[in-house]
């Protein structure tokens, strides 16, 4: 009774105490434990039970909950929208606003390596295979000093540690196929995996003798050896390629201007040439040593080496050699207090070809050289963090982590203090806060490999995140959180948010480069079901408001969804089939009034907000038990199987007023998709 | 060493892009010297001898089109191609922009002149007012205002070109060579001059003799100012006779005219009576390209001829 009352009151009082210091309105995160569970063939083992160094910022997903979520194909990156706090930019497309943060501003990691991008083309399967992600954390603010330099979110996948286990996983669908298996060697001290993803697309494309040719594949490789018991070296591999070209005929006058003019055009050959849509790659290579102390604690050192690439139309081109190495250590002092002090630093070095003049309109060309620019940019920093258990009870983790960025000539620095803390009130109620200060370099609307604004153009953006919350386990097995947030966001590049304007005129328009402010604040409410339930699901609902102030001008951010929510049921319909459903909902997004140019002019004036959004997803599967480990699924998934379209904006009519007419022109609806992914496969593991 | 340690170290695989160079296109559209100066008395002499001040002019410029006419994909451009759709006073010039062309002849090159609607703009010198002004009513495309003076004679010209009536779509347009010609990774200069003396020629021609006379023997009502509907109330051959008479020396009243006209005559084929008509054709001679050459071909993208 003295816990149950006392630690609510230490909540407060600590939530009230950071709010001195700088956070405005207390909020919350949430943690979300993961329990081992059978799923009647298939055997879920989860590892890492509960998270003792931390859990009171971050959201978990495991891989059997991704697996069984309809319309995220298994993709633990896709399925991070139904966490609270995620708002969609639209529907169908794995870009988010995280607690108001834009997507640029939201970092993607594979066990502890940047990944420049997640989906094949943005909204395709992901980059690295699911299989080998064995766990998802989601960092939606305030996270741990050993984290930083995103001024929003941080997704965190970690990868299935070397198993003793010969195992694989395969599944091939109708546009593509992959898989993935892991050997052990030397008695188990090493494991060597291999896996990726191959579509067929481009054969697909070839035999209807399309000029158009779309193409993706990606890798992963590993090689782990345990050379003591308590040291191990590990190489990591991963990479991703997209490609998408046109080819056509080209026009000999062209060509023959290309080889100086000394050519006459009529006596050239017809030449085919094969112009670039758009192509991206990117490499990783992460060579790791970790060692574990006798007396507890671990270390970690390693490097990676990189390269990123992307290729647009109008020859434009932007590549990024990567090299970085980090150094970490976390060693218990005393059993309440471990300490984690780390440093790490990343060179990348930007080449490419410019936009060159005239290819595009001046003013898009002059801001893309900016982009594109050649230079080299570095980002170094050291961090400390501590985690206190004053009572096994009550967490407390404050941390500080200070960073140097450079781009070309221009330099800035950041110090980021960071608290979270955790009071278990009960053993079914449990408090959390997390606050922190984020730092991050200047920002594309979304990430693209090889591609960042170049040389801090504007400075840096920087957030002040705040959250606190409770969570309860109920009966049932249902696990029920509640929390609310306040962040604070400065220097911001938020193009999508602050254009005004339709995502496809971004590039037209000055917010490419501009900076902003901003708050968001909101309301999070989450519960869960545990897996191992016949029926189980999970409901998700954001309700918050994002503002942006630019040129001393407040404005609702351009993708502020007051109301965003979801529902997932999954039911096991016995005999090894499993049926699920996720039902999406949320608000349009608001529409800016139209201002005439001149003052004879009348332009329509589209509603305050475009109307909400819904759509269904379904997921069929049947398994069937191969051998003593194996398994066959037949899965049959689809995206937006309603076929629901979206409403992004409005196109509005502008007249002229003459004198004595009434002048009021209209908007109509501009509408996209239906974005729909059906899905039909064949999975399989052993 | 970058690149090279890249390409030895990672399996870079994204194939190069084949796509061509592209170069740009500008179109300045200005008005003449004569626009922009004014005609003084020789540019009438040794006929009527009057001076020609331009006060104002405006008009309402919809886009440059460039092409083959029979293959459409080519001289395809990126981004906007702006500054299109714009009310503007050529003597401070209005510029469209082509960018992203390969390059390659272009050789079908025009214009469009379009009556105002709710897209469009003023541009330099104009205001939304004028915009209006044009779009209401009777739209039209083009206005010019001018004072003429001979002696103690004032004249003010005010003329609306209704879009019904006048030319708006030049095409072919050639100057040394017919259209233009995109070099990759410059950007290609033309200019679309356009010249006021246009409307005071005798004939359809861009070298005809400038006479006023006709202008000022049209002021109906006396108020020294001509209006495009004074000018639709005389005939050709009235107006081929008010410019005989204003070459009658005044201090000889029934003596012949010095310097007779044998203009004012329609355009073979052409239906054309009214004096109006024959000064709203004259859009047609009014723009040069390049400086010398001229759009007076088919239109843009058709093989339609103009009106």
């Known amino acids: ?238 990479g991703a390629y997209d490609n998408a070209t046109q080819k056509e005929l080209a026009d000999p006058q062209a060509l023959a201007a290309q080889s100086g003019g000394s050519v006459d055009p009529s006596k050239l050959p017809q030449t085919r040439i094969e112009r670039t849509l758009f192509s991206s790659e990117f490499h990783r290579a992460d060579l790791r040593w970790d060692h574990t102390f006798a007396s507890g604690g671990q270390t970690r050192v390693a490097a990676t080496l990189g390269f990123d690439r992307t290729r647009v139309e109008a020859r434009r081109d932007g590549d990024d050699l990567m090299t970085g190495f980090r150094a970490s250590i976390e060693k218990p002092i005393v059993k309440q207090l471990i300490v984690n002090v780390g440093a790490d630093v990343t060179i990348d070095q930007f080449g490419g070809s410019p936009l060159p003049a005239y290819a595009d309109d001046d003013d898009i060309v002059a801001r893309q050289q900016k982009i594109f620019a050649e230079r080299t940019d570095y980002a170094a920093g050291g961090w400390v963090d501590a985690i206190i258990r004053p009572l096994p009870e009550m967490m407390v983790r404050p941390g500080l982590r200070y960073d140097v960025f450079g781009s070309g000539s221009a330099q800035a620095k950041a110090l980021d203090p960071r608290l979270s803390a955790r009071f278990d009130a009960t053993k079914k109620l449990r408090f959390f806060h997390a606050y922190g200060v984020a730092t991050q370099p200047p920002s594309t609307p979304v990430l693209l490999p090889g591609i960042t604004i170049a040389n801090l153009e504007g400075g840096l953006q920087r957030s002040v995140q705040t959250s606190g919350g409770v969570e309860a386990d109920l009966p049932e097995d249902f696990t029920a959180t509640v929390s609310v947030f306040h962040n604070a966001f400065f220097g911001l590049n938020d193009a999508l948010g602050t254009a005004q304007v339709e995502l496809t005129d971004i590039e037209k328009s000055q917010t490419l480069l501009a900076k902003s402010r901003g708050s968001a604040y909101g309301l999070e409410v989450g519960a869960r079901r545990k897996l191992s339930r016949k029926l189980t699901g999970l409901v998700a609902y954001t309700l918050s408001r994002s503002i942006r102030t630019q040129d001393n001008h407040d404005f609702v951010s351009g993708y502020d969804r007051t109301h965003v929510a979801t529902l997932v049921a999954s039911y096991d319909l016995g005999r090894n089939w499993r049926v ?61 199987a309603t076929l629901s379209r979206e409403v992004t904006g409005y196109r509005c009519a502008r007249e002229l007023i003459f004198p004595g007419v009434t002048s009021a022109p209209g908007c109509v609806e501009r509408v996209v998709g239906p974005i729909s992914v059906p899905s039909i496969g064949v999975e399989g593991g052993f | 060493m970058k690149r090279a340690l890249a390409a030895l170290l990672l399996a870079s695989c994204v194939p190069a892009d084949h796509a061509l160079p592209l170069g740009s296109l500008e179109f300045d559209v200005k008005g003449s010297h004569t626009t922009n100066e004014g005609l003084p008395t020789t540019f009438f002499a040794p006929f009527d001898e009057w001076t020609v001040h331009v006060k104002r002019v405006l008009l309402a410029f919809k886009t440059v089109t460039i092409g083959e006419t029979n293959n459409p994909d080519k001289c395809s451009y990126r981004g906007r191609g702006a500054i299109s ?132 023997g049209a002021d109906a009502n006396h108020d020294k100012v001509i209006t495009m509907d004074e000018l639709d109330a005389i005939t050709l051959e009235q107006a081929r006779t008010l410019a005989n008479n204003a070459t009658i020396d005044p201090n000889e009243p029934g003596s012949a005219p010095r310097n007779p006209s044998d203009g004012y005559h329609p355009a073979p084929g052409s239906t054309i009576t009214l004096f109006g008509d024959f000064v709203r054709a004259q859009m047609k001679f009014a723009f040069f390209f390049d400086v010398y050459g001229s759009c007076i071909g088919d239109d843009p993208g058709t093989n339609q001829d103009n009106p």
């Open chain 2, 85 to 216: 759709d714009v009310v503007f006073d050529p003597r401070y010039g209005n510029t469209q922009i082509f960018n992203g062309l390969e390059a390659s002849d272009c050789p079908d090159v025009g214009f469009v002149m379009q009556s105002p609607d709710g897209n469009t703009v003023p541009g330099a010198g104009a205001t939304g007012a004028d915009v209006v002004m044009l779009a209401e009513g009777n739209p039209a495309h083009a206005y010019v205002e001018l004072t003429a003076e001979k002696d103690a004679q004032v004249y003010e010209v005010k003329l609306r070109f209704d879009t019904l009536k006048t030319p708006s779509r030049f095409g072919g347009c050639t100057a040394a060579e017919k259209g233009v010609r995109v070099v990759a990774e410059k950007r290609t200069t033309s200019s679309i001059e356009f010249a006021v003396d246009a409307f005071f020629r005798e004939t359809l021609d861009a070298n005809a003799v400038l006479r006023f006379g006709p202008f000022a």
């Open chain 1, 1 to 238: 009774l003295l816990r149950s009352t006392l630690f609510p009151l230490a909540s407060a009082i600590f939530a009230c105490l950071v709010g001195l210091v700088g956070a405005t309105t207390p909020a919350y995160a949430q943690t979300q434990t993961t329990d081992g569970q059978s799923l009647g063939p298939e055997e879920v083992t989860v590892r890492g039970v509960k998270d003792l160094r931390g859990g009171a910022s971050e959201d978990s997903l495991a891989r059997a909950e991704v697996r069984q979520l309809p319309g995220a194909f298994g993709d633990p990156w896709r399925a991070v929208e139904i966490t609270p706090g995620f708002t969609p930019v639209l529907s169908g497309i794995p870009y988010f606003y995280v607690r108001g943060a834009p997507p640029g501003n939201v970092g993607y990691y594979f066990d502890g390596v940047r990944v420049p991008y997640l989906f094949h083309f943005g909204l395709g399967p992901a980059v690295v295979q699911p299989s080998l992600i064995a766990r998802t954390d989601i960092h939606k603010g305030g996270y741990p000093a050993t984290l930083g330099r995103w001024a929003g979110g941080i997704v965190d996948a970690t990868a299935m540690p070397p198993q003793e286990q010969a195992h694989g996983e395969g599944v091939f669908r109708a546009i593509d196929a992959g898989g993935l298996i892991e050997v052990p060697f030397a008695n188990g001290k090493g494991s060597a995996l291999a896996g990726g993803r191959y579509s067929y697309t481009a054969a697909l494309f070839t035999l209807l003798a399309s000029d158009t040719t779309l193409d993706y594949r990606d890798y992963q490789a590993r090689i782990a050896y345990a050379f003591t018991d308590r040291d191990s070296v590990s190489l990591l591999v991963f």
């Open chain 1, 580 to 640: 699920g459903g996720r039902y999406v909902f949320y608000t349009g997004v608001p529409i800016a009034r139209n201002v005439p140019q001149f003052p004879e002019q009348a332009v329509g004036q589209p509603p305050e907000r475009t109307p909400f959004f819904h759509r269904l997803d379904l997921r069929l599967e049947k398994r069937w038990r191969v051998g003593k480990s194996g398994w066959v699924a037949f899965v049959a998934e689809a995206l937006n």
